[in-house]
């Protein structure tokens, strides 16, 4: 199993731009997650699926939009980038939609929006 | 609200010394809670999760609901312990975790 992925590692956009990070998994997990890290800030949930076509918005929405159409892929949409997406952003999966289950995380992405 | 505070941002030990990191959490309910560690360049891993009531790698981690506390501890520090930990929650019934804003343990050699 590859686990979670994600693609690009690093990407640097202008303010503006629009862009889609991507995240899959191949452990037919049901739950997965897009996380924000910032230096003192730990991380932020930013959305959420507990399963394909179901999504919901998490601490930190504004600004992305997500869908689930397969049980593999969650991607993450920034729609006008701005200096303060400036982050690195996580992808996480679990097995089951409702916990306490352990999260598995992808290697991130980081993003610099100029 | 749920709400998971480490008050410290940086934590040095010198190797083989205890190491202790702070975790408290604030939450209504009954949460579950758990560490995560990051190493250098490795993407973020479960390191203890409360109700599995395990050690791993040294550390154990005893959640205290007087206290509000779920401390991270190790008695004998080692060099490849250095890393950045997070303590995180997660409330009854739901799977999104909640994090604090994470200590960076440097043992020194």
């Known amino acids: 199993n590859a686990g979670v992925t994600q693609t690009p590692k690093f990407q640097v956009l202008k303010t503006g731009q629009s862009m889609t990070l991507q995240c899959a998994q191949d452990?037919?997990?049901?739950?997965m997650s897009w996380y924000r890290q910032d230096p003192g800030m730990g991380l932020r949930l930013i959305h959420y699926s507990v399963g394909a076509g179901i999504t919901d918005q998490g601490e930190v929405p504004n600004g992305y939009n997500v869908s689930r159409s397969t049980t593999e892929d969650f991607p993450l949409r920034l729609l006008s980038a701005a200096p303060s997406q400036t982050s690195v952003y996580f992808c996480?999966?679990?097995?089951?939609?409702?916990?306490?289950?352990?999260?598995?995380f992808g290697p991130g992405t980081r993003l610099l929006v100029l | 609200a749920q709400r998971v505070t480490q008050p410290e941002k940086l934590l040095s030990v010198f190797k083989g010394a205890p190491v202790e990191l702070k975790c408290n959490y604030s939450y209504s309910g009954s949460p579950e809670l758990f560490w995560y560690v990051q190493y250098s360049r490795q993407r973020l891993q479960l390191l203890l999760r409360?109700?599995s009531r395990e050690s791993i790698k040294g550390f154990t981690a005893d959640l205290n609901k007087g206290e509000t506390s779920f401390h991270l501890k190790k008695p004998f520090a080692q060099e490849e312990d250095s890393a950045m930990y997070y303590c995180a929650l997660i409330r009854t019934g739901a799977n999104n975790l909640f994090f604090g804003t994470g200590t960076r343990l440097t043992v020194i050699p």
């Open positions: 409360h109700i």
């Open positions: 452990m037919n997990h049901e739950y």
């Open positions: 996480a999966s679990s097995y089951r939609r409702i916990g306490p289950e352990t999260q598995y």
